[in-house]
């Protein structure tokens, strides 16, 4: 059996905002033995994740019993210079005889704050030396371990999944090192990313750098979605277009064998609508409550027969519970933080309308879309028209789609849906084919085909 070194930086148990990357490389990591491939995982040690990644221990017990998983540690030193920074400044206080104050003082760079040199510091330091991303120290440890890895165990290929982009640097390292062929994994736009935060045009110019170098590196580029794929073609006219190709997320259906059917709704008497993930910038769900709401007021939805389920972390600039209150929402609309991934398909599962949120973007895919597809239920999807999401969900069926900042687009598309139910004619169009087609089985195939195509070249 052939060898594959995987990096992967986001793996199990990291789940909640890293879930997307977690889960795409343990699917990957579960059926590529069945086609002649044997993954061995480099990834971070669960002590070197930041405070802010969800941890989800259930993960780990649909890591297969015979994979090899290398962790490394990740060397934090911005956040180690920052501290000492803060150290050396409290020591001199206390040796020019000053009293240090037991709350932070504003402008006092000895401790963070909102503004002030402190913050000032933190953010030119980090914006000058996390690059390509904060996980950057990770680099040196696993090209260390990673070229290890590569003699010892006498591996064929090498794989890396993005973000973060440190991941593609180590495999481009070790690609320089060894000479063996080189698959990156564009989970999303690295420069093109809507969500990305903006930074100095230094900056910008060296991770330009960075992406090229790893592309021209790599044998293959994966974007997953055909639009990003395009977008790559594009903007880097020097390189064959058929050394990048599309490899969509999937379902796995192991992971819908327990449980009551998916075919089943909440109950007869309550429309539910779910929405599972992260709500935050501009995965805001302002409109689509404003549409909900507008829909109670013009009588068009019989509230006593509604209820949204809001499933995961938020992090907006206002407060969600406040907000529901304020319109009147706080009845229908209910509230569960993050829960495990198995939880939150059973809260899928109670569904009778899955709710997608993807705005501000043409060549992004959320990974959720392909759980909702292993659900089999109607999907709502407030996105734009013109973009990736949309395409797939009207091709293949899986629902409606209006525009994001459309009040009136959504409320016509919740109400048709509405009256779908209350007909009992509420369902699913996608056909068996179709569903197959985004069995996460059958994209371990492709990406497996496309890894032996590359050894035998």
């Known amino acids: 059996m052939k060898k594959l070194l995987m990096i992967a930086y986001f793996f199990p148990p990291v789940g909640g905002i890293g879930a997307a990357g977690s889960q795409r490389v343990l699917k990957f990591a579960k059926y590529l033995p069945a086609h002649g491939w044997q993954p061995i995982v480099l990834t971070a040690k669960e002590s070197s994740y930041e405070s802010y990644l969800s941890l989800d221990r259930s993960l780990l017990e649909k890591v297969p019993a015979d994979a090899e998983i290398i962790r490394t540690s990740v060397i934090r030193w911005v956040t180690r210079l920052l501290e000492l ?47 390509p991303d904060e996980e950057i120290g990770w680099f040196l440890p696993g090209v260390y371990t990673g070229l290890q890895v590569m003699k010892s165990k006498a591996i064929d290929a090498i794989y890396s999944t993005g973000r973060p982009w440190t991941a593609h640097l180590i495999g481009a390292a070790l690609q320089r090192l060894t000479g063996k062929p080189l698959v990156i994994d564009f989970r999303d736009p690295w420069l093109t990313n809507p969500f990305r935060k903006r930074h100095s045009a230094f900056r910008e110019r060296l991770e330009r750098a960075l992406e090229r170098i790893v592309i021209e590196r790599a044998n293959v580029v994966i974007a997953n979605t055909r639009e990003l794929q395009l977008e790559f073609i594009k903007r880097f006219p020097q390189q064959p277009p058929a050394k990048f190709i599309t490899l969509l997320n999937g379902f796995d259906p192991d992971d819908y064998a327990t449980g009551p059917s998916s075919e089943k709704g909440s109950s007869d008497s309550c429309f539910t609508l779910v929405h599972t993930g992260f709500l935050y910038g501009k995965r805001d769900p302002a409109v689509f409550l404003e549409a909900v709401k507008l829909l109670i007021q013009e009588q068009r939805l019989d509230q006593r027969q509604m209820r949204v389920l809001l499933v995961g972390s938020v992090d907006l600039p206002y407060n969600l519970p406040e907000h529901l209150a304020k319109n009147g929402l706080q009845d229908i609309v209910l509230l569960q933080d993050h829960v495990p991934h198995q939880e939150s398909l059973e809260y899928l599962r109670t569904s009778d309308v899955l709710v997608l949120l993807q705005p501000g973007t043409t060549t992004q895919i959320p990974s959720k879309l392909f759980e909702y597809i292993g659900m089999r239920k109607p999907i709502l999807a407030i996105s734009p028209q013109e973009g990736a999401t949309c395409r797939l969900i009207i091709d293949e069926g899986l629902g409606v789609v209006a525009e994001p900042n459309n009040v009136l687009e959504i409320k016509q598309a919740m109400a048709t849906l509405y009256q779908a139910w209350l007909g009992r004619r509420l369902s699913s169009t996608i056909v068996d084919g179709a569903h197959k087609k985004f069995d996460v089985r059958n994209v371990a195939a492709d990406l497996a085909t496309t890894l032996t195509h590359l050894h035998t070249v």
Do not use: V
């Open 85 to 131: 920074q803060k150290t050396i400044k409290t020591q001199q206080r206390s040796t020019n005889g000053m009293t240090i104050p037991q709350a932070p003082m504003a402008g006092d760079p000895a401790f963070p704050t909102t503004d002030g040199r402190y913050q000032r510091l933190k953010d030119a330091i980090t914006d000058m030396f996390e690059i």
